[in-house]
Structures are given as C-alpha cells and as structure tokens.
C-alpha cells in the first residue's frame, strides 16, 4: 500500500517567492496533518484537518502560511512570500478519525529559502 | 503547550549493546507511540500502546506503557549498525483529541 506522499521531495527558491507544497494521504484516512521541522524547535504542528475541514491552525506562523485540503486525496501548504526563516523540513501526516489515531508521516519536502 | 521529556539526548553505544530510552509527562496520555526517524526521511511508527501497564514488542524493539499513563520507554536489544537514527516518543493527552505531543528525540549512534 502507497503510504503518505509527499511532493516536491526538495523546494528551493528566493525570498519573496511563492511555495506551495503537495501531500495526498493514506487512502481511507480522514485526518491530515502538516508539520514543521527544524532543529532548533523540533517537530511543531502547524495545522491539521478532519474529513477535509481545518480545526486546529493555532500552529501557523503567520498569515504567510494558507493549507486548503479540497477533497479526500490531497492537500496543499501554501507560503506566500516566502522568507529565509521559512527553511525547514515540512511533513504531511495522516491517521483515521477514529479508532487508534496511529499518525504516519510523509518522507517530507525540505524547504530552502534563500 | 505540554511537552514531552525524553532522554537521554543522545547515546552512543557497540554493536550488540542494548538500549533504554524513556519519556516523561506532568499530564495523563491516552495513547503512546514511538517513532523511528532516519536521515532525510519522515518519522516511521515502530510502536504504538494504548492501555496503562501494556507491555509491546516489535521485532528487538520492546515498549511499555507505564501505569501512572505518564511516561514510556523503549528498549531495543542487541542493537545492529541499522538501528542508528532519532528516536521519538509522542502521544495524545486525555484532552488533546487530534493534536500529537512529541518529545525532543533520542539520537542513537551504534558502532560496529
């Protein structure tokens, strides 16, 4: 079974530019959720989705960051403009609503912003 | 918000030592599950528990819930050169619902 994808693998771009980044979950999971990486702070929730909708986006930095889960099979990170600080580790995760909550992770899209 | 304390930080060990790892939480947890995380790769679930008291194992990995439900270890045994990564607890707090705390990780380093 295909696990959590994770799309680019790899993402550099300039400062002020758009980045918009690509996840399709475990089919017939209904739980997403995005996270970031850094050394400095370790794995920090950003915002995660049940059946589609956004209920936790407390972890979003800052209005820069916008996630849209459209359907099912896909959901999008969006980082408009981007800054340097931005640099990370960004890993998509998901689980079923219900039952052992058992979060699996993505191989995560490593974000340089110069 | 709540965090998680895992240690130790880091430890270095020989090919065929084995190895304890715990967290440990001020509030209750529901459920724990340890990750597994390798160089440029996402975190892979290696364990999960749900009950105070379950003892789990996977493979020469062994984990246990603890009865107060607020802390865990891992152990591995006989480590191998494979097992050299970052290793994480995490879990969900009685009132979390969704949201995961993780801990800080444990990066492990075995020498052959």
């Known amino acids: 079974d295909a696990g959590v994808i994770q799309s680019p693998r790899h993402e550099v771009t300039e400062m002020g530019q758009e980045v918009t980044l690509r996840c399709k979950p475990i089919?017939?999971?209904?739980?997403l959720f995005w996270y970031r990486q850094t050394m400095m702070r370790g794995l920090e929730l950003l915002i995660y989705?049940?059946?589609?909708?956004?209920?936790?986006d407390s972890g979003m930095p800052e209005d820069r960051f916008s996630a849209k889960m459209p359907n099912a099979s896909f959901s999008t990170l969006k980082i408009q403009p981007s800054e340097p600080r931005d640099s990370a580790v960004y890993f998509c995760?998901?689980?079923?609503?219900?039952?052992?909550?058992?979060?699996?992770f993505g191989p995560g899209t490593r974000l340089t912003v110069t | 918000g709540q965090q998680l304390n895992q240690s130790p930080q880091s430890m270095f060990i020989q090919e065929g030592e084995d190895v304890s790892m715990n967290c440990t939480s001020s509030?209750?947890?529901?459920?724990w599950l340890w990750y597994k995380q390798d160089p440029g790769e996402g975190p892979v679930l290696l364990i999960a528990?749900?009950?105070?008291?379950e003892l789990t194992s996977n493979g020469r990995l062994t984990a246990q819930f603890g009865i107060t439900r607020k802390d865990s270890f891992l152990n591995i045994s006989a480590s191998i050169p494979s097992d050299v990564g970052i290793y994480f607890c995490?879990?969900?707090?009685?009132?979390?619902?969704?949201?995961?705390?993780f801990g800080e990780g444990t990066q492990l380093t075995v020498n052959p």
């Open positions: 528990l749900y009950k105070a008291g």
């Open positions: 995490a879990g969900f707090e009685e009132t979390s619902g969704s949201r995961l705390t």
């Open positions: 509030s209750i947890f529901n459920t």
């Open positions: 089919s017939g999971h209904n739980s």
């Open positions: 995760a998901s689980s079923l609503l219900t039952g052992n909550y058992e979060q699996y």
């Open positions: 989705f049940n059946n589609n909708v956004p209920i936790d």
